[in-house]
C-alpha cells in the first residue's frame, strides 16, 4: 500500500479506478476475485493494462 493509502497491490493499483480497470481487463469466465490485494489479479490486470495502453499510469510523480 502507498503512504496515503491510494494505491494498493503488487502493481499498486489506484483505489479509485480498481472496479474499473478490473471490469476492462478481465473475464467473467476466469473467475478471480475482485479484490485489489490478489496478487494475482491484480498481477493479471496490471499486465494486461501495460500490454494495451503501455506503462503510463504507473509513471508518475511517485515513481521511481
Same mark, same amino acid.
Given at each position: 500500500?502507498? /503512504?496515503?493509502?491510494?494505491?494498493?497491490?503488487?502493481?499498486?493499483?489506484? *483505489?479509485?479506478?480498481?472496479?474499473?480497470?478490473?471490469?476492462?481487463? %478481465?473475464?467473467? %469466465?476466469?473467475?478471480?476475485?475482485?479484490? =485489489?490485494?490478489?496478487?494475482? %489479479?491484480? %498481477? =493479471? *490486470?496490471?499486465?494486461?493494462?501495460?500490454?494495451?495502453?503501455?506503462?503510463?499510469?504507473?509513471? /508518475?510523480?511517485?515513481?521511481?
Amino acid at each position: 500500500e502507498s /503512504g496515503d493509502g491510494l494505491n494498493k497491490g503488487l502493481f499498486q493499483q489506484h *483505489v479509485r479506478y480498481w472496479d474499473g480497470n478490473y471490469d476492462g481487463y %478481465t473475464r467473467r %469466465t476466469w473467475d478471480l476475485p475482485r479484490r =485489489i490485494l490478489s496478487g494475482r %489479479t491484480n %498481477t =493479471i *490486470v496490471s499486465i494486461r493494462m501495460a500490454s494495451d495502453i503501455g506503462w503510463g499510469p504507473w509513471g /508518475g510523480r511517485d515513481c521511481g
